[in-house]
């Protein structure tokens, strides 16, 4: 691990391979909680590359638990969070609206850590209960259009970041990954970003995947398609600007979309 500081310390960038193998050292417990916590905020003193994105992203779905859906087409909507807007948890409404709609949503989330309530948050105030169990997720989402894949349980080997990411309460390059790690790699996935540089990483990443797929990112910073600004909307195939008004929505102020605990 000191080794690895000291490349962040001097602004080095890791190849896909190396952030692969990093990420399946810390699952490997090979780092304890002050290197771990240590590596994820120096490498926050500077902007991550695709490279050790794709390469962090290989990893998480090389370690999680798999779940098959036996052909069913799903769609996932999920944001990075981290965005400093303390929302309400809109990607999860989302999904719920999308699946009660006719869609079917196989929504893969986690505890808030960096915002401040997560979409496990959401459920587990609703009486859901977390499973891996591949029947019940299937019975989930024929009988109710959705079923949740709690991430903790989907990527048991990052368990020994999860304490580590609360205490700091600060986005790291975790936030980055989620969305991008859903075990079942839906057809369909709605991403929001946090920043354009990351729209653009995502984009790159989405258009080799052969899935089809729309990036949101909120001019005024959210990562969602914002009802108070301008927002960008990337996808296979177009690329705009949208307002608010254009939707046919009214322009809200950021205090209408405050949430909390």
């Known amino acids: 691990m000191k080794q690895l500081l000291n490349r962040l310390y001097e602004h080095d960038k890791f190849s896909r391979e190396e952030a692969r193998q990093i990420l399946l050292n810390i699952a490997a417990e090979q780092y304890n909680e002050v290197q771990i916590s240590a590596f994820a905020t120096a490498f926050n003193m500077r902007p991550i590359t695709l490279s050790e994105l794709q390469g962090f992203r290989d990893a998480l779905l090389e370690l999680c ?20 807007k303390n929302t309400f948890n809109i990607s999860t409404l989302s999904c719920v609206v999308v699946a009660g709609a006719g869609y079917p949503v196989s929504k893969h989330g986690s505890y808030g850590v960096s915002s401040s309530v997560g979409s496990s948050d959401v459920l587990i105030q609703m009486g859901y209960q977390f499973t891996t169990d591949q029947d019940t997720l299937r019975r989930h989402l024929d009988e ?111 205090h209408d979309l405050d949430g909390g605990r």
């Open 65 to 84: 638990v798999p779940l098959d859906l036996e052909g069913r087409e799903t769609i996932d909507i999920v944001g990075t969070g981290g965005d400093g």
């Open 144 to 254: 109710a259009g959705m079923c949740f894949l709690h991430a903790p349980l989907f990527h048991p080997a990052l368990k020994v970041v999860g304490p580590i990411r609360r205490q700091l309460g600060t986005r790291t390059f975790f936030n980055m990954l989620g969305p991008l790690v859903n075990p079942v790699q839906p057809k369909y996935q709605m991403f929001g970003t946090f920043s354009m540089e990351l729209l653009r990483m995502y984009q790159y990443i989405m258009q080799h995947s052969g899935r089809r797929f729309a990036i949101v990112y909120g001019l005024d910073g959210y990562d969602e398609i914002s009802l108070t600004s301008d927002f960008k909307m990337v996808s296979n195939d177009s690329e705009r600007i949208w307002s608010p008004v254009e939707l046919g929505l009214k322009k809200l102020q950021q």
